[in-house]
């Protein structure tokens, strides 16, 4: 018992000895890593007391009161105004006459006009009738001759037949007058005979020849009388033969004429579809002329604008009208409404008006085809309050005040206005006239300061539109008659802002301004332009008065 009890004792020290060992080698081990985590937590231990010792040597900024902005704008005055609407709109030029040439007779071309080239202009009349028109195409007129004359022979033969159907009625005539005068001899004869054989004288024989004799002459009167009336029939059918041929020749001769095309009005030939020698039947189309003289252009409006010009129209006025290239351009050619489609299209619920434009007095011609945007005078509005559209956000709109407001101080100010503190503390306690001179040097400050444009404050209102015209609104309530409406830096401005005017715009400037104009101001005895001398009332230019 005592011997394991000896080798355990021995064996749990030895076993001791090796934890020792062991622990003191990884102790040995882990030193370095130890060491470095403690020199880096020593290191930024350091930098945040670092920091925090410059921070406390900061001062604090001095406070200041918040400033108030003053705001350049830009303002507009809203003064009442006479303006005409301009209707707007775009067509196509088309001729007013345009004509496609066919051929009316069939046959060879033969001759043409040495000037029938696109472009060139024919004449159909001068300017009197002894000047032919320009034959543009012959066709060969041969055939068309042999039907004239043959048309006029049969004519010659129906004439000279009725002739003799005439002098013939006139020989029956005398054959009838002349068996009346036999049968009324022959009649006298036959009673004298006929009183003999009574009183026994003549023979029964000689009373049947008499009697014979009369019946004779009975009947060639007879077919006298039946012959003559036939003379009637046969000149009416003759006459109607005549009036036949006469119609052939006159086909024969239209045929003839038609052999030669000739223009039908003043025209330009804008087309040539045939050559020398073609043959052409009837139909065929030879050329395209069109008169330029007048142009029409058709052009798509609103029903409002419509009922406005029918108006117009009916009251035999005829609304002028402004042509352009394109949108932006300058009026080049001038025209007047003549005429509205009574039908709208369903389209694009638009009704077409016709413009009637005439090239003899225009500066240059305007071509059929020419794609072009209309101006329409339209109506009248007097006395209205308009405003840019821009200026209105949201149903509010911002009225600069109609006198100036005192000017916020900055900074600046408020130094000098310590240091002028300063100052007149010091001039309590010197001599009157240093005073007196410190008094006026201040009062010249001031007024220089003054020099400045005037400030304004603004007020937000609520307008309602009556009508916009492109960039333009018309006011009818929210705006009074004389009032600055402001126009820019409408996104940092609010109610009770202070503005420094910029710059003035007035209703003839924003219309300038339209790309596309759809209003004109009408000048009135209420409404005059500024001269042109008169500068602009703004801080570019110097004294600014206040807005009007």
């Given at each position: 018992m005592d011997h394991l009890i000896d080798v355990a004792g021995s064996t749990f020290k030895r076993?001791?000895?090796?934890?020792?060992?062991?622990?003191?080698?990884?102790?040995?081990?882990?030193?370095?890593?130890?060491?470095?985590?403690?020199?880096?937590?020593?290191?930024?231990?350091?930098t945040v007391f670092g920091f925090l010792y410059l921070k406390s040597l900061k001062k604090s900024p001095e406070s200041r009161d918040a400033r108030e902005l003053v705001y350049k704008v830009t303002v507009y005055d809203a003064n009442p105004s006479q303006v005409q609407r301009i209707i707007t709109g775009f067509g196509t030029a088309k001729a007013d006459r345009e004509v496609v040439v066919s051929a009316q007779v069939a046959g060879e071309v033969v001759q043409t006009n040495p000037r029938l080239e696109v472009g060139e202009k024919m004449i159909a009349h001068?300017?009197?009738?002894?000047?032919?028109?320009?034959?543009?195409?012959?066709?060969?007129?041969?055939?068309?001759?042999?039907?004239?004359?043959?048309?006029?022979?049969?004519?010659?033969?129906?004439?000279?037949?009725?002739?003799?159907?005439?002098?013939?009625?006139?020989?029956?005539?005398?054959?009838?007058?002349?068996?009346?005068?036999?049968?009324?001899?022959?009649?006298?004869?036959?009673?004298?005979?006929?009183?003999?054989?009574?009183?026994?004288?003549?023979?029964?024989?000689?009373?049947?020849?008499?009697?014979?004799e009369l019946q004779?002459?009975?009947?060639?009167?007879?077919?006298?009388?039946?012959?003559?009336?036939?003379?009637?029939?046969?000149?009416?059918?003759?006459?109607?033969?005549?009036?036949?041929?006469?119609?052939?020749?006159?086909?024969?001769?239209?045929?003839?004429?038609?052999?030669?095309?000739?223009?039908?009005?003043?025209?330009?030939?804008?087309?040539?579809?045939?050559?020398?020698?073609?043959?052409?039947?009837?139909?065929?189309?030879?050329?395209?002329?069109?008169?330029l003289s007048l142009v029409e252009v058709?052009?798509?409006?609103?029903?409002?604008?419509?009922?406005?010009?029918?108006?117009?129209?009916d009251d035999k006025v005829y609304p002028l009208v402004e042509l352009a290239e394109n949108e932006t351009a300058s009026s080049r050619w001038y025209g007047?409404?003549?005429?509205?489609?009574?039908?709208?299209?369903?389209?694009?619920?638009?009704?077409?008006?016709?413009?009637?434009?005439?090239?003899?007095?225009?500066?240059?011609?305007?071509?059929?085809?020419?794609?072009?945007?209309?101006r329409i005078e339209g109506d009248i509005l007097e006395d209205v309050l308009i405003v840019p559209r821009d200026a209105i956000q949201n149903g509010q709109i911002f009225v600069a005040s109609s006198e100036p407001v005192p000017r916020p101080k900055s900074p600046t100010d408020r130094d000098e206005d310590d240091k002028?503190?300063?100052?007149?503390?010091?001039?309590?306690?010197?001599?009157?006239?240093?005073?007196?001179?410190?008094?006026?040097?201040?009062?010249?400050?001031?007024?220089?300061k003054d020099d400045r444009p005037p400030v304004?404050?603004?007020?937000?209102?609520?307008?309602?539109v009556e009508q916009t015209l492109q960039s333009l609104a018309v006011i009818s309530a929210g705006v009074n008659p004389g009032e600055v409406v402001v126009m820019s830096n409408l996104d940092v401005i609010h109610d009770g802002a202070k503005i420094e005017v910029y710059t003035r715009r007035n209703l003839t400037e924003e219309i300038k301004s339209q790309r596309v104009r759809v209003a004109r101001k009408v000048q009135t005895a209420k409404s005059k332009l500024p001269p042109v001398d008169q500068p602009m009332e703004s801080s570019l230019n110097s004294p600014t008065s206040a807005p009007r």
């Open positions: 076993h001791m000895g090796n934890e020792k060992i062991t622990k003191k080698q990884n102790f040995k081990s882990k030193l370095p890593m130890v060491m470095v985590s403690v020199i880096a937590v020593l290191l930024l231990t350091g001068g300017e009197s009738e002894r000047i032919p028109p320009d034959l543009l195409i012959r066709i060969d007129p041969t055939t068309y001759q042999q039907k004239v004359s043959q048309a006029n022979s049969m004519l010659a033969s129906d004439r000279a037949e009725l002739a003799r159907l005439n002098k013939e009625e006139i020989n029956q005539r005398e054959v009838l007058d002349k068996a009346e005068a036999d049968l009324k001899v022959y009649r006298e004869q036959f009673q004298r005979v006929q009183g003999l054989k009574t009183r026994g004288v003549a023979s029964s024989s000689e009373l049947d020849q008499a009697q014979l004779r002459y009975e009947t060639v009167l007879l077919r006298a009388e039946n012959e003559n009336k036939l003379y009637p029939l046969q000149r009416e059918k003759l006459e109607r033969q005549i009036e036949n041929h006469e119609q052939d020749l006159q086909l024969a001769e239209h045929n003839l004429r038609r052999t030669e095309v000739n223009p039908p009005f003043n025209a330009v030939v804008s087309e040539v579809s045939v050559e020398l020698g073609e043959y052409v039947n009837v139909g065929k189309e030879l050329l395209k002329m069109v008169d058709p052009v798509s409006i609103t029903m409002k604008d419509y009922a406005f010009l029918k108006a117009q129209l007047n409404i003549v005429r509205l489609s009574p039908v709208m299209n369903e389209q694009t619920r638009t009704v077409k008006v016709f413009v009637q434009v005439n090239n003899r007095e225009q500066t240059a011609p305007l071509l059929p085809g020419t794609f072009v945007h209309a002028e503190s300063a100052k007149q503390d010091e001039a309590k306690g010197t001599k009157g006239n240093q005073a007196d001179t410190l008094t006026e040097d201040t009062a010249t400050d001031k007024v220089a304004y404050a603004v007020e937000a209102r609520s307008v309602e």
